[in-house]
DNA sequence: ACGATTATTGCGTTCTT
DNA sequence: AAGAAAACAATAATCGT
């Protein structure tokens, strides 16, 4: 944990005397000017059981939905610091030491968190995404979980299907196609999980706005801000004539960008902008011709 | 199960080099 | 003239309801 307000100066600013740091006030040993409080220190305890004077270490992982038991877990540590074991004590303390982390992960539920959870930050690290969707999938997970629907249906499906979801409901959709890239999960499996949260959790999904795949694909293509900008009017556009409803918004997406990147004479293929978005040319040019009337 | 959208494939046309 | 790109058409597959 960072400290907060750290004085910039080592010496007070109203007498330049010397500053006394020590306790949760900095305080001027000369005048008695306090120069920052606070120190409320939110994080996790940085200073370790074994050595309070020593080295400070932390007594476990930050605070986070994304391990199955929320980084509350204790471990047995594997360095010896003070006491060398030997012999049999040392055997002992092995066996204790499995034994205990047996039991954190006991139930196979837990199990399964475990394994999905691991997937889940693997995929969202691998989307790039930010760390509440993150945690928003594993606390998703843990509600179709509790709603037993699972069982039967592929865990790495739902660990998949839940990042895919959180993302739509966050705004920063991905498309079908690049969640399974990064997945252990086929599409069927991914949709599968999907489909079984809709139907039973109800997902606060709606359809996905164009918009929202805009910057990805344009710097995919590598297109400057100026198309891009032009392609999220086509986009205001197209929800205006009624054009984006019931199509693949990834492909109205690429449309726009491509319709932006002609308007703007910039080269681009139809085939390009279309494999971006996974859809073919064709489904692009439709687009593209509603769009130029 | 239905209607609409999208994918696939093939082919003649247009544009560029 | 050759090759790439865009356009068009017909059918199959897929999706949303």
Not at 46 to 62: E, H, M, Q, V
Not at 81 to 96: D, Q, S
Not at 271 to 281: I, K, L
Request: contains cysteine; glycine residues 6%.
């Amino acid at each position: 944990m960072s400290e907060t307000c750290t004085p910039h100066s080592r010496t007070c600013p109203e007498c330049d005397g010397r500053l006394d740091a020590s306790t949760d006030e900095t305080v001027c040993t000369e005048c008695g000017l306090v120069v920052s409080e606070n120190r409320i220190d939110h994080g996790p305890e940085w200073r370790s059981f074994a050595d309070d004077a020593g080295t400070r270490r932390r007594t476990g992982a930050p605070l986070t939905r994304s391990r199955h038991d929320r980084g509350l877990s204790t471990e047995i540590g594997y360095r010896d610091g003070a006491v060398r074991l030997t012999g049999r004590k040392r055997r002992r303390v092995t066996r204790m030491r499995r034994q205990h982390n047996r039991a954190r992960i006991s139930s196979k539920a837990d199990r399964n968190q475990v394994y999905a959870f691991t997937e889940i930050r693997r995929v969202v690290s691998r989307l790039s995404l930010p760390e509440n969707v993150r945690d928003q999938a594993c606390v998703l997970f843990e509600s179709a979980q509790s709603e037993d629907l699972i069982r039967g249906r592929s865990l790495e499906g739902f660990a998949a299907a839940v990042v895919y979801a959180t993302c739509r409901t966050a705004a920063v959709s991905r498309t079908l196609s690049e969640v399974v890239d990064v997945a252990r999960a086929t599409r069927d499996e991914l949709t599968a999980a999907y489909d079984a949260m809709n139907r039973e959790l109800g997902l606060p999904v709606g359809p996905v706005d164009p918009r929202e795949y805009l910057p990805r694909f344009a710097s995919a293509l590598d297109l400057p801000s100026d198309v891009e900008r032009r392609a999220t009017e086509l986009v205001a556009l197209g929800h205006e004539r009624n054009l984006v409803s019931g199509r693949n918004p990834g492909g109205f997406a690429a449309a726009c960008l491509y319709t932006a990147a002609v308007e703007l004479d910039h080269p681009l293929t139809q085939a390009d902008a279309a494999a971006v978005a996974d859809v073919t040319p064709v489904t692009l040019r439709s687009a593209y011709h509603d769009l130029t009337e």
